[in-house]
C-alpha cells in the first residue's frame, strides 16, 4: 500500500465504501472521510519507525480529524505509535495541531515535535 498514488488509492477507498466490502479496519478512516466529504489521503504510509513525517503533506481540518479518530481508535497498534512529529508547511491551524496532538500525547511515546511554516496564532 506504500506505493499507491492518491488517486488510485481515492478509487480503492471508493469502491470499499460503495460496495459495502468492510474487511479492513481502515474502512473506518475512509468512512469518516467520506461522510466529512474529503479524499481520503494515504496520510498513514507517513508513520515510520514511530516517526510521523508530515513534511509538505497538504492536510485540511477534516483530513487531519479522520486521522485523528483513526490514530485514537487503533491506540493499541504499535504502527501508529508516534515518537517523532514532524509538521512542516502543511497548512495547519493550531485547532489541526491540537487535534492531532490529543491523540498522540496519551501515547506517551512522543519525544520531538517539529512544528514550523503552519499558521500559530494566540
Not at 488517486?7 to 470499499?16: A, G, L
Not at 459495502?20 to 515510520?48: A, E, H, R, Y
Request: aromatic letters at 12%; one cysteine or more; glycine letters at 2%.
Amino acid at each position: 500500500m506504500r506505493h499507491i498514488y492518491k488517486q488510485d488509492f481515492y478509487k480503492i477507498c471508493k469502491m470499499y465504501i460503495n460496495n459495502g466490502s468492510f474487511t479492513d479496519p481502515s474502512i473506518d478512516f475512509l468512512q469518516d472521510c467520506n461522510s466529512k466529504n474529503v479524499s481520503p489521503v494515504p496520510v498513514f504510509v507517513k508513520i515510520q519507525n514511530k516517526e510521523f513525517n508530515l513534511i509538505g503533506y497538504r492536510l485540511n481540518e477534516d483530513h487531519v480529524a479522520a486521522t485523528a479518530k483513526y490514530i485514537q481508535d487503533h491506540d493499541n497498534d504499535p504502527a501508529f505509535e508516534v515518537a517523532s512529529l514532524i509538521i512542516h508547511n502543511n497548512g495547519f491551524t493550531d485547532k489541526s495541531f491540537a487535534t492531532l496532538l490529543e491523540v498522540i500525547a496519551p501515547q506517551n511515546k512522543l519525544k520531538h515535535i517539529t512544528y514550523s511554516c503552519n499558521e500559530l496564532k494566540h
